[in-house]
């Protein structure tokens, strides 16, 4: 009976600990989709505009 009585009086000193452990490993596993769904504010490069100066150049230097 005592080793019972001493298992129930130490469940509710260590629950806060184990809750605070919890939540600091389940955090960051948590805020994976959040950070994935916000795909709103990505930056993007403007786009390559294509013109050909360097073939060009390549078949001017080529000649000479």
């Given at each position: 009976m005592n080793r019972i009585a001493a298992t129930a009086?130490?469940?509710p000193?260590?629950?806060?600990r184990a809750t605070l452990i919890?939540?600091?490993?389940?955090?960051p596993v948590?805020?994976?989709p959040t950070i994935?769904?916000?795909?709103?504010?990505?930056i993007?490069?403007?786009a390559h505009k294509n013109t050909s100066v360097g073939f060009v150049?390549?078949?001017?230097?080529?000649?000479g």
């Open positions: 009086t130490k469940i000193r260590l629950l806060p919890l939540m600091l490993l389940a955090a948590l805020a994976v994935r769904a916000d795909t709103g504010h990505t993007e490069a403007p150049l390549l078949i001017s230097l080529q000649r």
